[in-house]
C-alpha cells in the first residue's frame, strides 16, 4: 500500500508542487511555512491584481476632473484658485488610494513577523561551536528541520551516504578508479553488508530495497545500473521513480519527531481570514473590498500556521546550526567529494545535510537530476490507493485506522 495518503493526512502537513524544470515538478512540503517564499510570492500577485481591478473607477473619476471639469472654469476670475482646489482633491483621492493600498499590506507583514515572534521562543543555548553531533536525528531529518520541511535529492543522498558510513552499505570502487573521487560514479557498487537492519527506519530500509532489490540483484547494485533504472518504471513495483520517491519522502516525515520539535496552533482564526478574503472578492472592485481582499488573503495565507517550533525545536535548530559553524570555520567541507566519506565520516555525511559540501550536494543532484520528480503531480495521484502488482517494497500490512499508523509512527520514533 502507499504510506503517502495516510502520513500526510495524520500529520496535517502543507504540500504544493512547483516546477523543476523540464516539465517536471517536486513537491514541497511545509511545516510552519516560516520560510515559505512561494507564499509570499503568491500573495503579492493576487495584491497586484486586488489593486488594478480596484483602481479602475479612480482612473475614470481623475480624467472626468480634469477633462470635463476643468474647461469649465475658464471664465471664472477664480480659475488659478479652482485649479489648484482640483489638484488637492485629486491629490487627497491619490492619498486615500495609496494609504489603502499599503495599510493592509503592511498590516499583514508586521502581523505575521509579531506572530512568529511570539510563537516561537527563543534559544536558550549559548554555545558559539560545536564537534559532536545534537542528537540521533538522521541527515534527511536535520534538512527537514532545518529547511521547515524539505525532503529533497539531496536528503536521498545523504542517507545513502549515511548508510554506508554506518556499515549498513559497503561501497566497493573499481581498482582502476583509484584517481576517481566521484561518489556514484558508473563503476562503483553499493553492496548490502551482513549488519542487522533492525534498527533501520522505514525509509532506511525503504532505499535497500527500493536501489539494491529494485536495479540491483538483492545483494549489490552498480550505480549505472541505479541511473538506468531510474530513468524507466520499475517493472518489479509497477512504479516509475519519481512515484516511488513520493513514497519515500513520507516515510522520511513518518520517522521525523514532529511532535517533539513542533507544537500544534490554533486554527480559529482562519474562517475569520477567509471571511474577509470572500468579502473582499464580492467588493473587490471597491478600494474598501480590495483592502479587505489583501488582508484576507494575506493573513490566510502567511499568518496561519498549522504548527510552530516548540522550545525543544528552536534550541535543536540551535545546536545543529553551531556544528555547522564549526565545519564551515574549522573544516573545507565545501570542496569534499561524497567519495570521501571514508575518511570524514559523519562530518561529510552531515555537511551535506547542512548545505556545507557544495560540490557533493551538486554531484548527488546531478546524479539523481530530474528523474526522481514527477512530470503531472496532481492531489488526486497523491492520494491514490494504488498498490504494486508485486514485490516487497510495500508493508503488506494495511493501515486502516490512525491508531495503526499512530504505533507505527512510534515505534520509528524509539529508534531515534
Same mark, same amino acid.
Given at each position: 500500500?502507499?504510506?503517502?495518503?495516510?502520513?500526510?493526512?495524520?500529520?496535517?502537513?502543507m504540500?504544493?508542487?512547483?516546477s523543476?524544470?523540464?516539465?517536471?515538478?517536486?513537491q514541497?512540503?511545509?511545516?510552519?511555512?516560516?520560510?515559505?517564499?512561494?507564499?509570499?510570492?503568491?500573495?503579492?500577485?493576487?495584491?497586484?491584481?486586488?489593486?488594478?481591478?480596484?483602481? %479602475? $473607477?479612480?482612473?475614470f473619476?481623475?480624467?472626468?476632473?480634469?477633462?470635463?471639469?476643468?474647461?469649465?472654469?475658464?471664465? $471664472?476670475?477664480?480659475?488659478?484658485?479652482?485649479?489648484?482646489?482640483?489638484?488637492?482633491?485629486?491629490?487627497?483621492?491619490?492619498?486615500?488610494?495609496?494609504?489603502?493600498?499599503?495599510?493592509?499590506?503592511?498590516t499583514?507583514?508586521?502581523?505575521?513577523?509579531?506572530?512568529?515572534?511570539?510563537?516561537?521562543?527563543?534559544?536558550?543555548? =549559548?554555545?558559539?561551536?560545536?564537534?559532536?553531533?545534537?542528537?540521533?536525528?538522521?541527515?534527511a531529518?536535520?534538512?527537514?528541520?532545518?529547511?521547515?520541511?524539505?525532503?529533497?535529492?539531496?536528503?536521498?543522498g545523504?542517507?545513502?551516504?549515511?548508510?554506508?558510513?554506518?556499515?549498513?552499505?559497503?561501497?566497493?570502487?573499481?581498482?582502476?578508479?583509484?584517481?576517481?573521487?566521484?561518489?556514484?560514479?558508473?563503476?562503483?557498487?553499493?553492496?548490502?553488508?551482513?549488519?542487522?537492519?533492525?534498527?533501520?527506519?522505514?525509509?532506511e530500509?525503504?532505499?535497500?530495497?527500493?536501489?539494491?532489490?529494485?536495479?540491483?540483484?538483492?545483494?549489490? %547494485?552498480?550505480?549505472?545500473?541505479?541511473?538506468?533504472?531510474?530513468?524507466?518504471?520499475?517493472?518489479?513495483?509497477?512504479?516509475?521513480?519519481?512515484?516511488?520517491?513520493?513514497?519515500?519522502?513520507?516515510?522520511?516525515?513518518?520517522?521525523?519527531?514532529?511532535?517533539?520539535?513542533?507544537?500544534?496552533?490554533?486554527?480559529?482564526?482562519?474562517?475569520?481570514?477567509?471571511?474577509?478574503?470572500?468579502?473582499?472578492?464580492?467588493?473587490?472592485?471597491?478600494?474598501?473590498?480590495?483592502?479587505?481582499?489583501?488582508?484576507?488573503?494575506?493573513?490566510?495565507?502567511?499568518?496561519?500556521?498549522?504548527?510552530?517550533?516548540?522550545?525543544?525545536?528552536?534550541?535543536?535548530?540551535?545546536?545543529?546550526?553551531?556544528?555547522?559553524?564549526?565545519?564551515?570555520?574549522?573544516?573545507?567541507?565545501?570542496?569534499?567529494?561524497?567519495?570521501? =566519506?571514508?575518511?570524514?565520516?559523519?562530518?561529510?555525511?552531515?555537511?551535506?545535510?547542512?548545505d556545507?559540501?557544495?560540490?557533493?550536494?551538486?554531484?548527488?543532484?546531478?546524479?539523481?537530476? $530530474?528523474?526522481?520528480?514527477?512530470?503531472?503531480?496532481?492531489?488526486?495521484?497523491? %492520494?491514490?490507493?494504488?498498490?504494486?502488482?508485486?514485490?516487497?517494497?510495500?508493508?503488506?500490512?494495511?493501515?486502516?485506522?490512525?491508531?495503526?499508523?499512530?504505533?507505527?509512527?512510534?515505534?520509528?520514533?524509539?529508534?531515534?
Amino acid at each position: 500500500m502507499k504510506y503517502r495518503k495516510h502520513v500526510f493526512e495524520y500529520l496535517d502537513v502543507m504540500w504544493y508542487t512547483t516546477s523543476s524544470g523540464s516539465k517536471k515538478s517536486k513537491q514541497e512540503i511545509i511545516i510552519t511555512g516560516r520560510k515559505d517564499k512561494k507564499r509570499h510570492f503568491l500573495w503579492l500577485i493576487l495584491c497586484f491584481f486586488a489593486i488594478t481591478i480596484s483602481q %479602475v $473607477d479612480s482612473f475614470f473619476l481623475n480624467i472626468y476632473i480634469l477633462v470635463f471639469l476643468t474647461p469649465s472654469f475658464e471664465i $471664472d476670475l477664480n480659475i488659478k484658485a479652482n485649479l489648484i482646489l482640483i489638484l488637492l482633491i485629486i491629490f487627497l483621492l491619490l492619498l486615500i488610494n495609496l494609504v489603502l493600498i499599503i495599510l493592509p499590506i503592511i498590516t499583514v507583514l508586521f502581523k505575521r513577523r509579531f506572530l512568529y515572534k511570539k510563537m516561537e521562543p527563543k534559544s536558550t543555548k =549559548v554555545n558559539i561551536y560545536s564537534r559532536e553531533l545534537p542528537s540521533k536525528l538522521r541527515p534527511a531529518h536535520v534538512r527537514c528541520l532545518l529547511h521547515d520541511g524539505k525532503i529533497d535529492g539531496v536528503s536521498l543522498g545523504s542517507t545513502i551516504i549515511d548508510l554506508v558510513d554506518r556499515g549498513y552499505l559497503e561501497y566497493i570502487k573499481n581498482k582502476d578508479n583509484k584517481d576517481k573521487l566521484i561518489f556514484f560514479h558508473e563503476d562503483i557498487k553499493l553492496r548490502v553488508t551482513n549488519k542487522s537492519q533492525d534498527d533501520l527506519l522505514k525509509y532506511e530500509k525503504f532505499i535497500i530495497e527500493w536501489f539494491i532489490f529494485g536495479y540491483g540483484n538483492g545483494t549489490e %547494485v552498480s550505480a549505472k545500473e541505479v541511473n538506468n533504472g531510474l530513468k524507466k518504471r520499475l517493472s518489479k513495483y509497477n512504479l516509475d521513480s519519481a512515484h516511488i520517491f513520493l513514497e519515500w519522502q513520507a516515510l522520511v516525515l513518518m520517522s521525523f519527531p514532529i511532535d517533539k520539535y513542533y507544537k500544534k496552533l490554533d486554527q480559529t482564526k482562519y474562517s475569520r481570514h477567509l471571511i474577509y478574503e470572500i468579502l473582499g472578492i464580492i467588493t473587490i472592485f471597491t478600494k474598501i473590498g480590495a483592502a479587505l481582499f489583501m488582508y484576507g488573503s494575506g493573513m490566510r495565507l502567511l499568518s496561519n500556521p498549522k504548527r510552530a517550533l516548540n522550545q525543544e525545536g528552536v534550541d535543536e535548530i540551535y545546536s545543529w546550526l553551531t556544528l555547522k559553524k564549526f565545519l564551515k570555520d574549522f573544516s573545507d567541507m565545501e570542496n569534499k567529494t561524497a567519495e570521501m =566519506v571514508k575518511i570524514w565520516d559523519f562530518y561529510l555525511t552531515y555537511s551535506i545535510a547542512l548545505d556545507i559540501s557544495e560540490v557533493a550536494s551538486k554531484e548527488i543532484e546531478t546524479f539523481f537530476g $530530474d528523474n526522481i520528480y514527477t512530470g503531472t503531480l496532481s492531489r488526486a495521484m497523491f %492520494v491514490s490507493n494504488t498498490t504494486p502488482q508485486s514485490g516487497n517494497l510495500y508493508d503488506e500490512k494495511q493501515i486502516k485506522t490512525f491508531e495503526v499508523l499512530q504505533k507505527e509512527i512510534e515505534e520509528e520514533y524509539k529508534k531515534l
